[in-house]
């Protein structure tokens, strides 16, 4: 489905085989994590992006599409931080390869390089995330959500994973009270594809503050980093 320019054909066929990319990665990590029993031994993981047939090693890498893909492989790559210390999502810079996280236009002249969608989830989530990973409770359908914190500072990396429909809930983090918080966005229609012609205005990350309701609407295909600043000692509202 997703060789070559098949993926343009079928966009509903498409997104639901990218969101379900993330579990190769995570049957390989089960299986690593089986084979080690309980010996701690961290774990490093690379090469970790797709290689696609198809012209560049896959044109839908450019996809918006595959940029939400690749959230929920990094979500997955979150949840098994306890052993995985080092993971990769993209080679670092090429001209051609659609596998890189970095494009320079060649020949240069006035074309300037480029983050592709998945070095630029990759930077949303870089600036945005804790030091110790919190467990996250029920989710409405839709969303795919890790959760770190560092002192009263928590982190959220939502997926929605709805090509076409918007997710709205209500965030509660355990008893405490949430003070504040911001909200960054990237979203874009799923078939946008990045190209030197059009980086600097699609797939642009967006602040917004968060509702002081905790009630928030999240994107049809967007990935989100929410910033949340809580009340420390479990303060109840």
Known sequence: MLRGELYRRD???????????????????RSIRDNLGARNIPLALTECHSVIPGRD??????????GVSYARILNNHQRHGDVLKIATAADFCGTRWQNNAV????PKGN???????????????????????IKVGALPDGL?????????????????????RPVNTTIQ???????????FEI????????????????MKTLEKPFAADGVWEFPAASVSAVELEIAGNGTRA
Request: hydrophobic fraction near 45%; charged fraction near 15%.
């Open 187 to 202: 979203t874009a229609e799923p078939a946008v594809e990045l190209s030197h012609l059009n980086s600097a205005d699609v």
């Open 103 to 106: 494009i320079i236009p060649t």
């Open 11 to 29: 966009p509903d066929a498409t997104w639901e085989q990218l969101m379900k990319a993330w579990q190769l990665n995570d049957a390989k990590l």
């Open 144 to 164: 795919d959500v890790v959760a770190s914190r560092r002192g009263d500072s928590v982190y959220l990396h939502v997926a929605n994973i709805q090509r076409t």
């Open 173 to 183: 983090i355990g008893s405490h009270v949430i003070l504040s918080g911001r909200v």
């Open 57 to 66: 090693r896959g044109g839908v890498l450019a996809s918006w599409a595959a």
């Open 111 to 133: 074309n300037r390089a480029y983050l592709q969608p998945v070095a630029r989830v990759m930077q949303l989530y870089r600036h945005h995330i804790g030091s110790h990973a």
